[in-house]
């Protein structure tokens, strides 16, 4: 996460000093869509101006705000490195309206413009609230059900083994599920380049281990361990 949140603030930082009066043009979103006579109501010396101070504070910004909450908890500062430049673009949007003198038309698609990324940073936020909590498993008579975001159901009779253990496969990268803070769920590529199902708090170990005939799936929760889940399964797969 923090290597990620670097490069994030290193791009930020670094269009604080790409984008000019003269490139603004070419660069700019909205700006560099604008008929000659539109760009010629726009303020675009002060307007840079204000974009470069925006993005040279955002680019610093991120990356101090990360390193901080860090300190404290990997799931709150995943939730600021993605939250917080998107709303911040909100603000960018909004301010920068200011510098714009030209028809209302235009005003319209700055407002649309703030709504789209209002709802971006909505629909990432359910996600992470999604996401950054324990998956679940409940045993009915046929079948185990993981609970929660990128869950599964697996009837009984195809449970083949499982057990607790103390590591992970080596991933190499997510192949479809999520990631962020102390979680994972989903589906993920191995250094081997096997595909494994991890639905793990990385804080609540060792592992529940389960392998069906295709699937090999590893399970931790800070509300249950391991070896208790363990001996429910044993008592569930009993005859």
Known sequence: MLTVALIISLVLFSLGFIVTPGNAKYLVSGYNMMSEADRAKMDIVSYVKFFNRFHLFLGVSVLTGVLLLNIFSANWATVFMIMYPLLAYVYMIAVGNRYYTGTSGQRVGTYIAMAIMIVVAVGAGFLMFAGMKDSEIFLTTGALEVKGLSGMKIARDDVTYFSVTDSLPDISSKANGFAG???????????????????????????????????????????????????????????
Do not use: C, M
């Not at 804080?203 to 208790?228: C, Q, R, W």
């Open 181 to 239: 803070g102390e979680y994972k769920k989903g589906s993920f590529k191995t250094d081997d380049g096997r595909i494994v199902k991890l639905y793990i708090n990385k804080k609540s170990h060792p592992y529940l281990l389960i392998k069906t005939g295709k699937d090999e799936i590893y399970f931790s929760s800070g509300e249950i361990s391991a070896a208790e889940l363990y001996n429910q399964l044993k008592a569930w797969k009993s005859p």
